[in-house]
């Protein structure tokens, strides 16, 4: 299992790193669910059946190849108070999903960080462009986040929401373009990288070695 982590000092963005922190993952995707449900009006489950599936084994849908969950994680108490996936397609496109912070974390730089990363990750599988689906009312904040960004609207993309208000957004994916690079920790016997273990940049497809992984951005999010 592949660990991207951008750290900030007051949060990490990583991939979830044990069975407590998938549990975390899980119950912040739920109350994801229910806020759709409260502030849109949307039954995730009943508009997209699939997501059912997914919560049964996360893991094991984004299991870092062609497709990752990643979570924002406060320092210290190491609470999961974010969440954003990645899911690369044959077609060179990248699909960005289950975008949600926590009340308690947001206006913090939170989803800034989660975006850069998953853009990061979309550019590490040559993926050329990035798109999304979302609701406009109470998503207006995250669309606005995403046009800054440099995502537009564009017309509907084959998929399993139907719902009024929908608005569709991609942007391209330059490779190199961002303002962040990709490391490579190399794995040592037990599965986690020692302090200090070199970083070795990746080339094309040198991820699949399922390596772990370090996103490092340079700058610090905007507040």
Known sequence: MQHLCFT???FTIRSPRSDAEWLQTRAVLLDSIEWMRAALGIDLFAEQPSVIAELADLPAVYDGVRAVLLTAVTDGD???VGTIGVRCHADGTAEL???YVRAVARRQGVGEALLAAAVEFARSRDA???WLETARGPRDPAIALYA??????VGARPGELRIDRLVVMERPLEPGSGRGSLRLDR???TGRPEPGTP???PGGRSWEDRAWARVTVGHRPER
């Open 187 to 189: 794995p040592t016997g």
């Open 199 to 201: 970083l070795v940049e």
């Open 128 to 130: 050329r462009t990035m």
């Open 97 to 99: 999903k289950r975008m």
């Open 8 to 10: 900030d000092g007051v």
């Open 78 to 80: 190491e609470l999961v």
């Open 148 to 153: 800054r960004h440099g995502f537009v609207e």
